[in-house]
């Protein structure tokens, strides 16, 4: 009996230890951190995400249309057969056959009949219209291979400010948490002078305030947290219950190893356009070319038998074929004009765009140099709101000062601690939004564009 009861429970601890380990295992898959550095999420981006994928197959669907188009160039060549089965044909023919005698000849027998054909063709003049389809498509295919890098800047914009917002978040959360701490402190303090009658009950019932409008805070920081985070692992493709950790120090070697970079970025969208621009162009030549004749070798063979009457073998064919629309001459004008219009719409675009970049550099840099003075400004708020919340406390605890003084001392140097932590994001994120606008963003990340 005593064994028997000693088995129990070696059974009912190995039940728990197993369900205790189960549960930690639960915990753990419930949440995982991943600490990425600024350009590993970058790079994650343009290789993963729906954006960087779409562009990329619109690059190869480019590609396929110039290798379409390109087929042009090489002969057409058609191959025909026919096999007919013929009924009771009445056929009147005037082939002298090779019967003797003076008797009339017997009637042909025809039931069948069989023919096949190849036939070539192979354009030699068409007004350059084959020349200048295949310069089109070949802009157009450029354009997308820009379009594409720049969907990727684009990307890895968004990269930046998820982080950005993600870090901000997150900061606010461990600086909230903190102040949450001497929240709750201050009014286990003030509870207990309270009952002690040295203090008056409407000041405790402040410093309760203080810690309620705390603690929502903190929780509508978690919040932020949690949306910045999944905005971030979507884009990145990683599992729902990741938790990302920033690794803000790489993010500040980076920086600082691009500083002295002082390469001439180019945009790629204005690249992109620029090319949209040369294939409108060859889009004019190849409108024009419907005012010239169209000019084609030809060549075929052709197998005939039809049964009892006509055989004929090895019957080729070559020549020149010559076409010409006559109503081109009238119509024409009309797809030139469309043509030259869509031109000009790519040209004032392109007057447009290189004017939104200049302002959006111009922008972006006056946004940058002015985040750096905010953080110096920052900075030193920190420092003084520090020592102001110093002298406050003991001037309240000399009882010089009440506790409205004290509560808002405390409130100002939170705040000069969160302005700090923001603004140093707010320095990386304005330094890559130039970055972006210079439309350097990605090589100064050194980000693959494969």
């Not at 600490?35 to 729906?50: F, G, I």
């Not at 204005?270 to 169209?294: D, M, R, V």
């Not at 765009?353 to 840099?365: L, N, P, S, W």
């Not at 920190?382 to 020592?387: D, G, I, L, R, S």
């Amino acid at each position: 009996m005593q064994i028997n009861k000693t088995l129990l429970l070696i059974f009912l601890l190995l039940v728990f230890t197993k369900n205790q380990a189960q549960d930690t295992s639960v915990n753990e898959l419930a949440q995982q951190k991943k600490l990425l550095t600024l350009k590993e999420a970058v790079q994650m981006a343009v290789t993963n995400s729906d954006a960087a994928s779409l562009a990329k197959a619109k690059v190869e669907t480019s590609k396929l249309e110039l290798d379409v188009i390109k087929n042009n160039r090489y002969p057409s060549v058609k191959a025909s057969g026919q096999y007919l089965r013929l009924s009771s044909a009445h056929v009147d023919s005037n082939i002298q056959t090779n019967t003797s005698g003076s008797g009339s000849s017997a009637p042909l027998k025809i039931d069948q009949l069989m023919l096949g054909q190849v036939n070539a063709t192979m354009p030699v003049f068409n007004g350059f219209k084959l020349k200048n389809s295949i310069n089109e498509s070949k802009s157009m295919y450029k354009a997308e291979t820009f379009s594409e890098k720049h969907s990727k800047e684009q990307i890895g914009l968004e990269v930046v400010e998820l982080f950005a917002n993600l870090y901000k978040a997150q900061q606010m959360v461990n600086l909230i948490q903190d102040n949450l701490k001497s929240a709750d402190q201050r009014v286990k303090d003030f509870t207990a002078m309270e009952e002690n009658g040295l203090i008056a009950r409407n000041d405790l019932l402040k410093a309760q305030l203080q810690q309620s409008n705390v603690q929502l805070s903190l929780d509508n920081a978690k919040k932020n947290t949690a949306i910045a985070n999944y905005k971030l692992i979507t884009l990145l493709k990683l599992p729902e219950n990741t938790q990302v950790d920033i690794d803000i120090e790489a993010v500040k070697r980076d920086m600082a190893s691009n500083q002295g970079n002082t390469e001439q970025g180019e945009r790629n969208d204005l690249k992109s356009l620029e090319l949209k621009k040369q294939a409108a162009e060859s889009g004019i030549k190849i409108a024009k070319a419907n005012y010239y004749p169209s000019l084609n070798l030809t060549g075929g063979y052709i197998a005939f038998d039809l049964n009892n009457v006509l055989t004929v073998t090895n019957a080729m064919n070559f020549g020149v074929g010559v076409s010409y629309d006559l109503s081109s001459i009238f119509k024409n004008s009309k797809n030139v004009k469309l043509a030259q219009s869509k031109t000009k719409e790519t040209e004032i675009a392109l007057s447009l765009m290189t004017d939104q970049i200049k302002e959006e550099v111009f922008q972006a840099t006056e946004n940058y140099n002015l985040s750096l003075k905010q953080s110096l400004v920052y900075e030193k708020a920190v420092t003084q709101a520090t020592e102001n919340y110093r002298i406050v406390k003991d001037k309240y605890d000399n009882s010089l000062v009440d506790t409205n003084d004290l509560l808002e001392a405390d409130f100002q140097q939170l705040q000069s601690k969160i302005n700090q932590a923001l603004s140093k994001a707010d320095v990386a994120q304005k330094y890559y939004e130039l970055q972006f606008a210079s439309g350097k963003l990605n090589s100064s990340l050194n980000i693959s564009q494969k």
